[in-house]
């Protein structure tokens, strides 16, 4: 049965459904519907919601969580995500699993409040210190957010490590129809690792730790890491495509733009300019298979609400093979579809 | 032969790397004999943040946490609440306490979180070289306050106990003293005090122990031990600030 | 009075001394003619006839290097 639900909470049911057994937050706009929806559902569920005194106190109770081995979840915002970012690098050294959920708003500083996807970097070059990654998941829809949340509990279990759910403020705040399945999730070795106050029932104690003095012991635990990287990188990478043979642009969005995108691309094939659309749905790691694209391909035009970001991605994913060039708006405002034909005939070489 | 002292079960084998003379050797057994003596240790978790005593989690013998510095009662917090049957305690410095984790602190004791807190206030910063801690005393010179903590300059020394004692939901704080034998004991007795009241169910204990740091005051470790009585003990008064089964 | 046997875990000792200044009988000191692992002169006792079994040295010692036993 599908229900109508706003993006925000239809990701805090997601949680729920996944099996997500607390919550850890802090209010910043415009992520506020997902504490607020947990509050009650949470507690409704009989599972744990803590309102935090900030964000890096939110952050370092999914540390304490996810040691004692169980589904936690927190949510935020780019300013706030900046803030996690210290306890982000903790849980990736510590091998601890946890979902991140960010609703992107505009920055650099206090910035806006308004949808924005400035902050990639953010999300999918880390923040945090050290040598890590982690896994970020970018629906377009709210039903996709769904399923993405769900997903990210499972990977984040499976592999050991944070993982991010980035949407925009519009996803957050955007009514769709959405549909819960039933879920079986990934089942983790508790015993293998989790700090819960249980030595004495599994006969050894388990110990949680991101601190390595020893220079060979810590480049080991580096190795250990990447070589999970690594896996990640091969099995877990997901887009869509509609480039094909014959196609002279392919158009590259994520989240909600790529529904712009979407839009702009049928209109250029309207127009006669064969074009296609990629949509990586994970941005890290990054679908870099969805680049070996079709001889007849001659360019590719990066939409990015921001700056420019991903297109550093797309750009080492199409090793020079043909050029990228870029067309973002920022600070809050949303491109049109007309803005990304012009933008995408202008680069294609102007007077169809 | 009758045992009349022996190393307690609640530590493991790792020898300790703190200085010579370091109060945290004291503390540490305190708190392992109170773990073996309650039938605790098969179900705590010890939380230790960035500070010398950022290794506990190899010397206590239960699960161990190695948290960000500051934020050990928010990692306690996250612990208790998903496994509330496990004893979480949380083994924090003066520079992690009461400077760069505060607001945990403060926020966890607010919330009266079932946790114990056991809080070494050494007037320093020990593992970075001595300098200046919240609770650096009045004229005290460290390696970032050469010519003495100068109250215009640096403000006062944070009084922790009785900061804590101004929240309705703080269960029970105490400030002992480990310079000598009978204060070893007192601290025993409070430490245990602390850690039957979470198990009770009872909400936020701290307990505040004076220490010594001869290495990073500059002082034989029997010199350390007589500035703890002599130069901290006037600042920071010994004793009960709150205790909630006392007012009964 | 019975006859009290201490040990001590000499390798762990550091020859803080915290434990000579606490010791009532003043019988513990640090062997000057030996030298630990850690390269510290470790605690001995000079004199244990006269220990009374306090344990006050064993209760102040950070790293339990002090044991005793009552026979």
């Not at chain 1, 491109?335 to 005939?345: N, Y």
């Not at chain 2, 073996?36 to 240790?41: A, I, S």
């Not at chain 2, 007589?226 to 205790?243: A, C, N, S, T, W």
């Amino acid at each position: 049965m599908k229900t109508l639900m706003k993006g925000n909470e239809a990701i805090s049911q997601a949680a729920i459904v996944a099996g997500c057994k607390a919550f850890f937050g802090y209010p910043i706009t415009p992520q506020n519907e997902i504490p607020e929806y947990m509050s009650a559902a949470m507690v409704n569920a009989g599972r744990v919601f803590v309102q935090a005194e900030s964000e890096v106190a939110a952050i370092n109770m999914i540390y304490g969580g996810a040691a004692a081995g169980v589904r936690v979840m927190t949510s935020s915002s780019s300013p706030g995500i900046a803030l996690k970012q210290e306890g982000i690098s903790y849980l990736a050294a510590a091998k601890l699993p946890c979902v991140i959920v960010s609703v992107m708003r505009c920055g650099p500083g206090l910035g806006g409040i308004l949808p924005s996807q400035s902050d990639y970097f953010q999300v999918v070059k880390g923040g945090g210190n050290g040598d890590y990654y982690t896994p970020v998941y970018a629906p377009n829809s709210v039903q996709e957010s769904v399923d993405l949340t769900i997903k990210a509990f499972d990977i984040a279990d499976k592999y050991r490590t944070p993982v991010f759910v980035v949407v925009d403020g519009t996803l957050g705040q955007m009514m769709e129809p959405v549909e819960f399945k039933p879920v079986t999730p990934y089942q983790i070795d508790v015993d293998s690792f989790a700090t819960n106050g249980q030595s004495g029932k599994r006969g050894y104690r388990n110990m949680v730790n991101s601190l390595n003095l020893s220079a060979i012991g810590l480049e080991k635990s580096n190795f250990e890491l990447k070589a999970t990287y690594d896996e990640i990188r091969k099995n877990e990478a997901m887009y869509e495509s509609s480039v094909k043979d014959g196609d002279e642009i392919a158009l590259v969005a994520y989240g909600v733009p790529s529904r712009i995108a979407l839009n702009a691309v049928k209109a250029l094939n309207d127009k006669g300019v064969k074009a296609g659309l990629i949509r990586p749905i994970t941005l890290w790691p990054f679908p870099d298979e969805a680049f070996k694209l079709p001889a007849s391909v001659k360019i590719v035009l990066v939409c990015e609400l921001s700056m420019g970001q991903m297109i550093d991605d797309v750009r080492l994913a199409l090793n020079g093979s043909v050029p990228a060039h870029f067309y973002g708006r920022t600070g809050g405002v949303i491109f049109e579809p007309e803005e990304l034909v012009d933008a995408a005939i202008k680069v294609v070489g102007g007077g169809k | 032969m009758a045992i009349i002292y022996e190393k307690s079960k609640g530590l493991t084998e790792r020898p300790l790397t703190y200085c010579p003379g370091c109060s945290h050797g004291i503390v540490h057994k305190l708190i392992a004999e109170t773990l073996v003596e309650l039938n605790l240790l098969d179900h705590t978790v010890a939380i230790a943040p960035v500070g010398c005593s950022v290794f506990a989690y190899d010397f206590f013998n239960c699960d161990g946490v190695q948290a960000a510095h500051g934020r050990a009662p928010a990692v306690a917090t996250g612990i208790k609440r998903v496994a509330p049957e496990s004893i979480v305690f949380t083994y924090q410095g003066d520079g992690d306490l009461a400077a760069i984790g505060t607001a945990e602190t403060i926020h966890a004791a607010h919330r009266g979180e079932n946790i114990t807190v056991i809080f070494i206030n050494n007037a320093i910063y020990g593992m970075t070289g001595g300098q200046l801690a919240p609770t650096t005393l009045v004229g005290q010179k460290t390696s970032t306050s050469p010519f003495g903590r100068n109250v215009a300059h640096q403000g006062l020394p944070i009084k922790v106990c009785e900061m804590l004692a101004a929240i309705p939901s703080s269960y029970y704080l105490e400030r002992t003293s480990v310079h000598d034998v009978p204060h070893i004991r007192k601290t025993k007795a409070a430490i245990k005090k602390a850690f039957q009241y979470q198990v009770d169910g009872k909400g936020f204990s701290m307990v505040e122990i004076l220490s010594g740091c001869p290495v990073g005051w500059n002082v034989s470790p029997v010199e350390s031990m007589k500035f703890i009585k002599e130069q901290m003990m006037p600042y920071y008064p010994l004793g009960v600030y709150r205790d909630g089964g006392a007012e009964i | 009075m019975a006859k009290v046997k201490l040990n001590f875990a000499e390798a762990l000792c550091k020859g803080c001394f915290l434990c000579a200044d606490a010791c009532p009988k003043k019988i513990l000191e640090l062997n000057e003619d030996k030298v630990n692992q850690k390269g510290y002169n470790p605690i001995h006792c000079t004199d244990e006839g006269a220990c009374i079994g306090c344990a006050m040295c064993a209760v102040i010692c950070p790293d339990s290097v002090i044991g005793l036993e009552r026979e």
